[in-house]
């Protein structure tokens, strides 16, 4: 079993920025899988971003050329960096995991952008 704990949410206006944080509660590097989605109230909750083990990454049109997913073995910990946010970038934000076939979802942090 593993936890996944989200940090670094928050109320930013449009234009600014934040950097999200994942932590798992094994080392990252057992963790495949890794990715950030997000929710707002009504909607089907929507990818992201990935990253694999040998740092390849992927994006949805949306948060391309804005946002960043990246992990550091070192610190064990998965990060979303996201620039020129925008209103409708306004959601929670959710961190997911596979562990040993299992996927595992973080409790979630939730970001909004002002406009």
């Known amino acids: 079993q593993v936890q996944l704990v989200e940090s670094g949410g928050g109320l930013v206006q449009a234009g600014g920025s934040l950097k999200l944080s994942c932590a798992p509660s094994?080392?990252?590097?057992?963790?495949?899988?890794m990715a950030w989605y997000r929710q707002t109230p009504g909607k089907e909750r929507e990818w992201v971003a990935s990253?694999?083990?040998?740092?390849?990454?992927n994006y949805a049109d949306s948060v391309k050329g804005r946002f960043r997913i990246y992990r550091d073995n070192a610190r064990d910990t998965m990060y979303l960096e996201m620039k020129n946010l925008k209103p409708e970038d306004t959601a929670v934000y959710y961190c997911?995991?596979?562990?040993?076939?299992?996927?595992?979802w973080g409790q979630g942090t939730q970001v909004t952008v002002s406009s």
């Open positions: 997911k995991g596979v562990y040993r076939s299992r996927t595992y």
């Open positions: 094994r080392s990252i590097a057992v963790i495949n899988g």
């Open positions: 990253v694999v083990s040998g740092g390849a990454t």
